[in-house]
Nanobody
Framework: QVQLVESGGGSVQAGGSLRLSCAAS????????MAWFRQAAGKEREFVAA????????YYADSVKGRFTISRDNAKITVYLQMNSLKPEDRGVYLC??????????????????WGQGTQVTVSS
């Protein structure tokens, strides 16, 4: 069982930066691939980035590649999403997710068993 709690969301102007954190509980955190998804109002949940259980591999949606960086600290059982050069289309609720599935990269929301409650990101033009 893994519980996830996101933080770090807020309102920024286009071009700004935010750093999201996802604090996890559970002794098996290091066994899970982790990911960030986002969901804008009226839209489907969208994959943003994933990081492998050991933190060696990362994978990004084309829309955020070069601007966002996912990382994890297994000692602190926390996953991060550094978001730079934010655009208005990046707005939405950002959710952290964990999957015990070993296949890589895990891009589909259905692959993830555990979800946080989300943190709101607003980007104004």
């Amino acid at each position: 069982q893994v519980q996830l709690v996101e933080s770090g969301g807020g309102s920024v102007q286009a071009g700004g930066s935010l750093r999201l954190s996802c604090a996890a509980s559970g002794r098996t955190f290091s066994r899970y691939h982790m990911a960030w998804f986002r969901q804008a109002a009226g839209k489907e949940r969208e994959f943003v980035a994933a990081i492998s259980s050991g933190g060696i591999s990362t994978y990004y949606a084309d829309s955020v590649k070069g601007r966002f960086t996912i990382s994890r600290d297994n000692a602190k059982i926390t996953v991060y999403l550094q978001m730079n050069s934010l655009k208005p289309e990046d707005r939405g609720v950002y959710l952290c997710a964990a999957t015990p599935v070993s296949s890589w990269p895990p891009r589909a929301a259905a692959m993830f068993d555990y979800w946080g409650q989300g943190t709101q990101v607003t980007v104004s033009s």
